[in-house]
């Protein structure tokens, strides 16, 4: 089965800062991986996803993403950080060989980002 | 172009009682799912419709939820009894067809907050 582990469920920084939000996966067969992001009052909103090919996505807001097979990990990070940042993030991975391209989701991190 | 809809946005209802939500999907987006997520927990998936058919109910907890989408378009998801335990928000997702399911953007809806007293 698989299983995706968010390592810290808070995150406070502070403003124009550089942050790194952790992602572990675990899965015997290949995934596909993704960042969500969770504003107040809205839904999930896709910020970038691995599929294959470079192994550093670049996704909206200026984030990016490396993923690192051999760590099994897919790390987002964001070189200067904005108010507006302030959000809970998601990590999720979907298998290649599924027909239902279900998410399974890590445990959610939440972004404060401090004046 | 409206996105994915969800209502009612909260509802709190009594142990025992009824409760359906509903999800009206982007128009077009034939696959439609399921997740929820409890109290300080991860969200999960509970289900996977392809236009009207059921792809994948592998998360549906038990038999005391039942979904719907009738016509392919908007689903709902009925919890009768509802258990304390049924607390949590639940979120709509939907994403277009063609493709390979497991790598299109799912587009989510707002959630919606279910209290069971």
């Known amino acids: 089965a698989q299983s995706v582990t968010q390592l810290d469920s808070q995150v406070p920084v502070f403003e124009e800062a550089p942050v790194e939000l952790r992602c572990n996966y675990s899965?015997?067969?290949?995934?596909?991986l993704f960042w969500y992001v969770q504003y107040p009052n809205q839904g999930l909103q896709l910020l970038l996803k691995?599929?294959?090919?470079?192994?550093l996505v670049k996704g909206i807001n200026g984030f990016e993403a490396e993923f690192n097979k051999s760590q099994t990990s897919f790390h987002l990070r964001k070189p200067s950080v904005h108010i507006s940042d302030t959000a809970e993030y998601f990590c999720?991975?979907?298998?290649?060989?599924?027909?239902?391209?279900?998410?399974?989701f890590g445990q959610g991190t939440t972004l404060q980002v401090k004046p | 172009e409206a996105g994915v809809t969800q209502f009612p946005s909260h509802s709190v209802i009594e142990k025992g009682q009824t409760v359906t939500l509903r999800c009206d999907p982007i128009?077009?987006?034939?696959?439609l799912y399921w997740y929820r997520r409890v109290m300080g927990k991860e969200i999960k998936f509970l289900l996977h419709?392809?236009?009207?058919?059921?792809?994948?109910e592998s998360g549906m907890p038990n038999n005391r939820f039942l979904a719907e989408r009738t016509g392919g378009t908007y689903s709902t998801l009925k919890v009768q009894p509802a258990e304390l335990e049924d607390s949590g928000v639940y979120f709509c997702?939907?994403?277009?067809?063609?493709?390979?399911?497991?790598?299109?953007?799912?587009?989510f809806g707002p959630g919606t907050r279910l209290t069971v007293l």
């Open positions: 997702a939907s994403s277009p067809a063609g493709g390979v399911a497991s790598y299109n953007e799912q587009f």
């Open positions: 999720a991975v979907s298998l290649p060989s599924s027909n239902t391209g279900k998410l399974i």
């Open positions: 419709f392809v236009k009207e058919s059921k792809q994948d």
């Open positions: 691995y599929l294959s090919g470079s192994t």
């Open positions: 899965s015997s067969v290949s995934v596909y």
């Open positions: 128009s077009g987006h034939d696959n």
